[in-house]
């Protein structure tokens, strides 16, 4: 291993999630400066739920298709979600495996896992691209940021698939663009889009608090009253 | 009006500081969570009604708002502006063109946010925007006029005092002689009643009907209300404009009046921006903590007939009926089952319409869409969606909880030619009222007391 990929593999990710977690924290700290606000009225609703229930079953929403109309009627978007996330999980989880455990990627089937993972993504990856692109409505939403993060996004997934087996023996190239990709990724992401996980507890917590307590989550679908003469 | 780029006109400038004092941290957090994924898209009726044109996605219009906070608030915006599609305002130009997007393309609805799975929530901060144009004085015609009159007034339809006490007594002999009971009251300020009863306007004005329809059920049901004769308005425009000192002021009415009557309960009639703003946010707008119960006149009927008060017979109200959820009642309070339960007490045939509840669309007069006459065609348009539901249901008619829901609903039914009536659940429980007892009873007692008078 060259020094160049001994560096990019270990000094340079630490210093990228220290960087990372910098601006993580600066960000919270923006964030919880503003005021939080209160909501006084007694609860309304059928008593059935409470703002810690409504809490719950909001952070739930994301693991529930069948409780937004959005998710349950195109399944495909939410495999989509599901697919492209968690390849994100098995390119972050390749990126601490190769430095610090590469003993489990010598299970052939460890890696089929990771690179099944990860090529689902990609594909996942290229058909949000060519969404972003060609649907009006989303093309009509997307900023510069939405963009480049997918494609950068994308193409971390590809290079992840490719450095899963840890195989330096054709050369490093790949390992060495994994990894740089890797850092730019932890380097860029505070500052993007794809920070959006750091305020999903908040913003589900708070409309989960908001409609438990007045009774509005969970959502309710039935009984359907159909009772003609 | 200043249309030079960069320099601000005072409006604008007015209105970005005052962005700064509004934003909580729910607002924050939802104007920075967005990922454009635009899944929120077809939930927004004006989305369905006008295919193919972005400009009415909720998180597009959202954007409209987010690149001013963005710019402005948030530093990654402030770094590169650009990327993250960061922009100000500077012209007065610019401000009305805000204003035709969150007064003209959003009716506040909030089936967006619960369709969002980041749980940005559009309509709240929405609603922020309004509240900041309205500060610099750019709004709507019509909510500039509702908001004074709600203000000077002290209720959104200018209705005078005398008027007010004028339409309760005139419709206090409408009931004595339906009741046939000369000494029936409608109680105006009593003092230590059990419930104090607050309506829309509307009822006053266009509606005397519903009055005598709730008075017929407190009067069978022997309550002991009371109407008062200041803060009697339940409904709130702060809602709609977005002004927080108004709905404080005008919910702070209320309240104060049934603490200066030492009411124990609050009984809000049907109608969903004024329960919602009585009974949800008026506290907060407010900054007072109610110390007495409040609840919508729904609960309170249904109560009456659980308890054997009141008792109806279904048979009264033939025909076909539907439920409209108001967007207030349903998915910012929760009033979901109880109209249900309540309206299959009354009537023999209740079919559901789709998708109902939290998830029903918007009647499409909501959010003060109908003071807004210069977006009519457009919130005429965007009805097509509701009015698609109302006819699948084959029903004929639509029963709401809202006063603003039966204006708006009147209003797209005739437009697409439906052929449906509306009419609310107090309606169709005094019509349903099994009364003919209590009137024969009272027939009898008066004419005797007649008979010993006379002699
Ligand atoms: S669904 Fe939510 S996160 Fe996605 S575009 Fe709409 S508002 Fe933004
Ligand atoms: S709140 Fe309602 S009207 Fe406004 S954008 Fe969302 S879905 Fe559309």
């Not at chain 2, 009604?49 to 909720?58: L, Y």
């Not at chain 2, 009272?442 to 004419?447: M, R, T």
């Amino acid at each position: 291993m060259s020094n160049l990929l001994h560096f990019s593999e270990h000094t340079l990710q630490e210093v990228a999630l220290v960087l990372m977690a910098t601006v993580y924290f600066l960000r919270i700290r923006w964030f919880m400066k503003w005021p939080l606000g209160k909501e006084r009225q007694p609860a309304t609703g059928l008593g059935d739920t409470n703002p810690k229930k409504g809490e719950r079953y909001s952070l739930a929403n994301v693991a529930m298709p069948w409780a937004m109309e959005s998710t349950r009627l195109k399944p495909l978007m939410y495999i989509q979600f599901v697919v492209f996330h968690l390849g994100v999980v098995a390119a972050i989880a390749l990126s601490f495996i190769i430095p610090y455990g590469p003993g489990l990627l010598e299970s052939s089937a460890f890696v089929s896992v990771i690179q099944v993972l990860t090529g689902a993504a990609f594909i996942v990856g290229v058909m949000r691209i060519i969404r972003r692109i060609s649907n009006p409505y989303i093309r009509a939403i997307s900023s510069p940021d939405d963009h480049f993060s997918l494609i950068l996004l994308t193409s971390w997934f590809a290079f992840a698939f490719l450095a899963a087996p840890n195989d330096i023996s054709g050369g490093e190239g790949i390992m060495l663009t994994y990894f740089f990709l890797t850092a730019f990724f932890l380097i860029y992401v505070p500052f993007s889009k794809i920070s959006h996980y750091l305020y999903y507890p908040f913003t589900r917590t708070y409309l989960g608090r908001t409609f438990g307590r007045r009774g509005v989550f969970p959502i309710r679908r039935k009984p359907a009253y159909q009772m003609s003469k | 009006m200043s249309s030079i780029k960069n320099e601000r006109s005072y409006k604008a400038q007015k209105l970005l500081d005052r962005m700064g004092q509004k934003l909580t941290r729910q607002m924050v957090g939802s104007l920075t969570a967005c990922v454009h994924c635009g899944m929120c898209t077809d939930s927004c009726h004006y989305v369905l009604a006008n295919p193919g044109d972005p400009t009415f996605a909720p998180a597009y219009k959202a954007d409209r708002i987010r690149k001013l906070f963005k710019n402005h608030y948030d530093w990654t915006g402030k770094v590169f502006p650009k990327w993250v599609k960061a922009g100000s305002i500077f012209t007065d130009e610019e401000l009305h063109e805000l204003k035709d997007i969150v007064f003209g393309k959003c009716t506040n609805c909030r089936r967006c946010t619960i369709n969002c799975p980041m749980g940005v929530d559009l309509a709240t901060f929405n609603r922020m925007a309004r509240g900041l144009l309205c500060y610099v004085g750019i709004m709507p015609e019509g909510v500039e006029y509702v908001a004074k009159e709600q203000w000077e007034i002290g209720n959104q339809m200018g209705v005078l005092k005398e008027d007010y006490i004028e339409t309760i007594e005139w419709q206090e002999e409408e009931l004595q002689s339906e009741m046939e009971d000369p000494t029936a009251k409608i109680p105006i300020d009593k003092p230590d009643s059990n419930i104090v009863y607050v309506i829309n306007p509307r009822e006053i004005k266009h509606d005397p009907r519903s009055v005598l329809d709730a008075a017929k059920i407190f009067y069978v049901a022997g309550e002991d209300y009371t109407m008062p004769s200041e803060g009697w308005d339940m409904t709130n425009f702060g809602l709609f404009n977005g002004d927080d000192e108004l709905g404080g002021a005008v919910a702070g009415r209320v309240y104060d009046k049934v603490e200066e009557l030492r009411g124990k309960k609050l009984v809000i009639s049907e109608c969903g921006h004024g329960y919602r703003s009585t009974r949800c946010e008026g506290p907060n707008w407010a900054k007072k903590d109610i110390a007495f119960e409040a609840e919508s006149s729904v609960i309170t009927m249904l109560r009456y007939i659980k308890q054997g008060k009141i008792k109806v017979d279904k048979t009264k109200n033939p025909g076909s009926y539907t439920f409209h959820d108001s967007c207030n009642n349903a998915r910012s309070c929760g009033l979901t089952e109880e109209p249900r339960e309540l309206l299959s007490l009354v009537v023999e045939d209740f079919r559901e319409m789709y998708p109902n509840r939290a998830e029903n669309y918007c009647c499409t007069g909501g959010g003060g869409a109908m003071s807004m006459a210069e977006y009519r065609p457009s919130r005429l348009k965007s009805a097509k969606i509701k009015a698609d539901q109302l006819a699948a249901t084959g029903t004929k008619t639509v029963v709401t909880s809202c006063h603003n829901c039966v204006d708006g609903l009147t209003d797209l039914i005739g437009h697409y030619k439906l052929g449906m009536d509306v009419t609310q659940l107090v309606n169709l429980v005094a019509n349903a009222l099994v009364v003919d007892d209590i009137v024969e009873e009272n027939k009898k007692k008066y004419a005797e007391k007649e008979e010993v008078g006379a002699q």
